[in-house]
């Protein structure tokens, strides 16, 4: 299927229309076409990406990071909230991965996968077989269509309330995935990493006001033993990585440690 799973469901970032998908390019009945990249993803973007979108180094650390089985209690809390859901929007996808699992344990659902960095949507465009992966900057317009999407999905991505507040179908949900306090906190203490401000629960509550309901929160909470090189990745697959990985790194023992945030579209 690939990008044939986001039929339906795309908008011209142009003009708004609807965007039919074509084996090559997909077009608006205004005119306005769009290239499907030969690597499978399409590039709604308009523009260069922005200087801190993920590079491919950072894409393939996040990868390899995934594929370790760090986040495995995170994929299957959200699993379990996103029973039902048909079509599935995942905001910041990155690699694809957490789209790619939910697929997984929901086999009559399609999804979208976007994010800014274009590394990002080519490795997201191979994740799985009814998710397409979209280049769009996820502050902006989301290049949707209104009310096309049951579930949302948000790990540790912008978060455009509001947007996503207009493609969900009524009653449509969200979930949102922060880093709570104890997130990796010997690896940040030991490694000068950028820190988790203090008022992020509050600017999401006050963000999601008047757009949706708040109907749960579960914490999240895994022991992770980190060998040299998996301390490496998790340094490189984020925004650290734009200020240098150290090449000398110890084991470390830390712990995931983040909330699941559930939220029902207001009617």
């Known amino acids: 299927m690939g990008l044939d799973a986001a039929r339906g ?64 209690a995170v994929d ?61 900057d996820a502050w902006g317009t989301l290049p949707l269509r209104t009310k096309r999407f049951s579930l949302v999905t948000c790990v540790f991505a912008p978060r455009n309330l509001r947007e996503f507040a207009r493609v969900l179908a009524d009653a449509g949900l969200l979930l949102v995935v922060t880093p709570d306090p104890d997130h990796l906190r010997s690896l940040r203490e030991r490694h000068g990493l950028l ?26 909470r895994a022991a992770l033993s980190a060998d040299a090189a998996l301390v490496r990745d998790l340094i490189a697959m984020g925004p650290n990585a734009f200020h240098g990985v150290p090449e000398e790194v110890d084991p470390i023992d830390t712990e995931v440690a983040v909330s699941v945030w559930l939220f029902r579209r207001l009617g």
Do not use: W, Y
Not at 12 to 40: I, K, M, N, W, Y
């Open 9 to 72: 469901l795309l908008a011209c970032p142009v003009c708004a229309e609807g965007l039919d998908l074509g084996p090559a390019a997909a077009t608006c009945r205004q005119g306005h076409s769009f290239d499907v990249a030969r690597q499978g993803h399409l590039n709604l973007l308009g523009a260069a990406q922005p200087a801190n979108a993920d590079t491919a180094a950072m894409v393939e650390a996040r990868s390899r990071v995934l594929d370790s089985g760090a986040f495995d």
């Open 76 to 136: 299957a809390a959200l699993a379990r909230r996103a029973t039902g859901a048909r079509t599935i929007l995942d905001v910041g996808g990155g690699t694809g991965h957490h789209l790619a699992r939910l697929l997984d344990a929901l086999p009559a659902a399609r999804g979208v996968s976007l994010d800014v960095s274009v590394p990002a949507a080519r490795r997201a465009a191979r994740a799985h077989d009814r998710a397409a992966s979209v280049v769009a």
């Open 195 to 220: 820190d988790i401000e203090a008022d992020k629960d509050d600017r999401l509550a006050r963000a999601a006001s008047g757009l949706f309901e708040t109907i749960g929160r579960h914490r999240v």
